[in-house]
């Protein structure tokens, strides 16, 4: 999905001041969606901009949802092979659809522990000392990962918590997809609270409130906490609201009544 670098979801997430190349090094991404108005796209945008040409940036997939096929598809489509990626050890692929945990506590944990090893191995084969090289670790997404070990929320909120380490000690990026519609019976689950309250930028993708519309897939927030001049998060956060489109290879992003 051939988006501009220049967009209304870069400016939310970088700022009006868009360098090319600009990085998202050791910030904590969370998105948020619904059935009705799937955020995989977004995962797309984050797996581009990430694997710029330009750049020698590695990203770390966790793969519950889809299979490698589906995500190489999707994104040749917008000008980006992963297969030659994978090929170069700049896109290294997790397959965990198959995942299964038994039961029990020591077990569980030993399971999602063994899945964070995968993980830390393959940032620690891609880390370069001299920081020149920005390392993404994605998941999608984390809801499987809870179906997966039978609902334990709070082993999955021990795992999310060790992946968070990685943005401190190797300076990643991570971002998480999680489908909250599930919960849509209970109120929202302490793990995505958790989740929102580590995060340096929330995205929310929703359907729109008057209903289906042909031209516009849903509306979209991107709440950004930034980071002050100090290294630490910012006091205020920005909050941005636009619709978008999903098309066959890009994304339009606009502000509600921008369009004819």
């Known amino acids: 999905m051939n988006t501009s670098s220049t967009n209304l979801l870069e400016e939310a997430l970088i700022g009006e001041d868009i360098v090319a190349g600009s990085t998202m090094r050791g910030r904590v991404v969370v998105i948020g969606d619904c059935v009705e108005t799937n955020g995989g796209f977004l995962l797309h945008h984050f797996i581009k901009r990430s694997l710029s040409p330009n750049s020698s940036n590695v990203v770390v997939f966790l793969a519950l949802a889809q299979p490698f096929s589906q995500y190489d598809r999707i994104l040749r489509k917008m000008g980006c092979n992963l297969g030659a990626y ?141 980071v002050s001049s100090y290294g630490s998060r910012s006091a205020r956060a920005k909050v941005h609201n636009f619709h978008f489109q999903v098309k066959e290879s890009s994304v339009e992003y606009f502000y509600p009544g921008s369009r004819n």
């Open 86 to 226: 994978r090929d170069s050890k700049r896109f290294i692929f997790l397959d965990m659809l198959m995942m299964e945990v038994p039961d029990g506590g020591e077990t569980v944990e030993n399971g999602l522990l063994a899945i964070y090893g995968k993980l830390q191995k393959a940032v620690e084969a891609s880390y370069m000392p001299e920081g020149s090289r920005n390392i993404t670790v994605m998941i999608d997404d984390v809801s499987q990962i809870e179906v997966a070990v039978n609902g334990s929320s709070n082993h999955v909120s021990d795992f999310l918590h060790y992946c968070y380490t990685l943005t401190t000690e190797y300076g990643c990026s991570l971002v998480t997809l999680n489908h909250e519609d599930i919960y849509l019976s209970m109120d929202k689950p302490v793990l995505f609270l958790q989740m929102e309250h580590v995060a340096d930028v929330v995205i929310k993708t929703e359907p729109l409130t008057t209903g289906l519309a042909s031209d516009v897939h849903g509306q979209m927030t991107v709440i950004n906490r930034g």
